[in-house]
Protein backbone atom coordinates (compact mmCIF):
# COMPACT_ATOMS: atom_id res chain seq x y z
CA UNK A 1 0.00 0.00 0.00
CA UNK A 2 3.16 2.30 -0.78
CA UNK A 3 2.04 6.07 -1.01
CA UNK A 4 4.82 7.72 -2.38
CA UNK A 5 6.64 10.17 -0.62
CA UNK A 6 5.82 12.94 2.34
CA UNK A 7 2.42 14.90 2.07
CA UNK A 8 1.11 18.07 3.35
CA UNK A 9 -1.52 18.08 6.10
CA UNK A 10 -3.66 19.86 3.15
CA UNK A 11 -2.63 17.51 0.58
CA UNK A 12 -3.94 14.59 2.97
CA UNK A 13 -7.33 16.64 4.02
CA UNK A 14 -7.72 16.91 -0.31
CA UNK A 15 -7.89 12.92 -0.09
CA UNK A 16 -9.96 11.87 3.11
CA UNK A 17 -12.34 14.79 1.38
CA UNK A 18 -11.98 13.19 -1.92
CA UNK A 19 -12.72 9.51 -0.76
CA UNK A 20 -15.55 10.83 0.46
CA UNK A 21 -17.79 12.01 -1.74
CA UNK A 22 -21.19 12.50 0.53
CA UNK A 23 -19.14 14.46 3.39
CA UNK A 24 -17.36 16.26 0.20
CA UNK A 25 -21.09 17.86 -1.21
CA UNK A 26 -22.09 18.88 2.29
CA UNK A 27 -18.86 20.40 3.26
CA UNK A 28 -18.78 22.54 -0.62
CA UNK A 29 -22.15 23.55 -0.16
CA UNK A 30 -21.36 24.46 3.64
CA UNK A 31 -23.44 22.19 5.58
CA UNK A 32 -21.69 19.38 6.65
CA UNK A 33 -23.10 18.86 10.15
CA UNK A 34 -21.38 18.41 13.24
CA UNK A 35 -22.52 15.30 14.18
CA UNK A 36 -23.92 12.11 12.00
CA UNK A 37 -25.66 9.13 12.39
CA UNK A 38 -24.53 5.82 11.06
CA UNK A 39 -26.38 2.54 10.19
CA UNK A 40 -25.78 1.16 13.77
CA UNK A 41 -27.11 3.97 16.01
CA UNK A 42 -23.44 5.57 16.41
CA UNK A 43 -22.86 8.98 16.45
CA UNK A 44 -19.84 10.60 14.91
CA UNK A 45 -18.35 13.63 13.99
CA UNK A 46 -17.92 13.68 10.33
CA UNK A 47 -14.80 16.73 10.56
CA UNK A 48 -12.70 14.66 13.36
CA UNK A 49 -13.36 11.62 10.91
CA UNK A 50 -12.01 13.18 7.85
CA UNK A 51 -9.32 14.75 9.89
CA UNK A 52 -8.39 10.78 11.34
CA UNK A 53 -8.40 9.89 7.49
CA UNK A 54 -5.70 12.39 7.00
CA UNK A 55 -3.53 11.39 9.49
CA UNK A 56 -3.34 8.03 8.64
CA UNK A 57 -3.23 9.14 4.89
CA UNK A 58 0.10 11.31 5.37
CA UNK A 59 1.78 8.42 8.51
CA UNK A 60 0.71 5.80 5.61
CA UNK A 61 2.68 7.95 2.92
CA UNK A 62 5.66 9.13 5.07
CA UNK A 63 5.68 5.86 7.07
CA UNK A 64 6.09 7.63 10.07
CA UNK A 65 6.46 5.72 12.52
CA UNK A 66 8.07 3.72 10.98
CA UNK A 67 6.74 0.09 10.31
CA UNK A 68 2.92 1.73 9.42
CA UNK A 69 3.20 1.47 5.84
CA UNK A 70 4.28 -2.42 6.16
CA UNK A 71 1.71 -2.63 8.16
CA UNK A 72 -0.89 -0.93 5.62
CA UNK A 73 0.23 -3.48 2.78
CA UNK A 74 -0.05 -6.49 5.21
CA UNK A 75 -3.59 -5.79 5.58
CA UNK A 76 -3.85 -4.46 1.65
CA UNK A 77 -2.37 -8.30 0.85
CA UNK A 78 -5.44 -9.60 3.32
CA UNK A 79 -7.99 -7.77 1.33
CA UNK A 80 -8.84 -5.52 3.41
CA UNK A 81 -9.97 -2.10 0.98
CA UNK A 82 -7.86 1.22 1.27
CA UNK A 83 -10.54 2.76 2.83
CA UNK A 84 -10.87 -0.13 5.19
CA UNK A 85 -6.96 -0.39 6.26
CA UNK A 86 -7.93 3.79 7.05
CA UNK A 87 -10.29 2.93 9.52
CA UNK A 88 -8.01 0.17 10.94
CA UNK A 89 -5.09 2.24 11.33
CA UNK A 90 -7.00 5.34 12.51
CA UNK A 91 -8.67 3.02 15.25
CA UNK A 92 -4.86 2.84 16.68
CA UNK A 93 -4.58 6.36 16.44
CA UNK A 94 -7.59 7.10 18.12
CA UNK A 95 -6.70 4.91 21.11
CA UNK A 96 -3.15 6.56 21.23
CA UNK A 97 -4.75 10.01 21.40
CA UNK A 98 -7.46 8.49 24.01
CA UNK A 99 -3.75 7.83 26.24
CA UNK A 100 -2.27 10.88 25.54
CA UNK A 101 -5.32 13.10 27.04
CA UNK A 102 -6.24 10.62 29.62
CA UNK A 103 -2.75 9.92 30.83
CA UNK A 104 -0.82 13.44 29.49
CA UNK A 105 1.46 11.49 28.07
CA UNK A 106 3.61 11.56 24.62
CA UNK A 107 2.58 9.85 22.00
CA UNK A 108 4.03 6.13 22.49
CA UNK A 109 5.30 4.58 19.62
CA UNK A 110 5.94 0.92 20.79
CA UNK A 111 2.40 1.12 22.02
CA UNK A 112 0.74 2.53 18.99
CA UNK A 113 2.81 -0.01 16.69
CA UNK A 114 2.15 -2.92 19.29
CA UNK A 115 -1.53 -2.02 18.89
CA UNK A 116 -1.60 -1.92 15.04
CA UNK A 117 0.21 -5.37 15.38
CA UNK A 118 -2.77 -6.52 17.38
CA UNK A 119 -5.31 -4.99 15.09
CA UNK A 120 -3.12 -6.57 11.81
CA UNK A 121 -3.51 -10.26 13.44
CA UNK A 122 -7.09 -10.14 13.41
CA UNK A 123 -7.22 -10.19 9.55
CA UNK A 124 -3.98 -12.16 9.00
Known sequence: MTDDGN???DQAW???VRDHPDLRRAL???SLPEELVDEQGNVWNPRVHL???AIVKCQIASDEPQGVN???QQLANAGVSRHEVRHIIGQAVSTQMWYMMKEGCPFDEERYLGE???LLGTYL
Open 7 to 9: LTE
Open 14 to 16: EIA
Open 28 to 30: ESD
Open 51 to 53: TMH
Open 70 to 72: AIA
Open 116 to 118: LHE
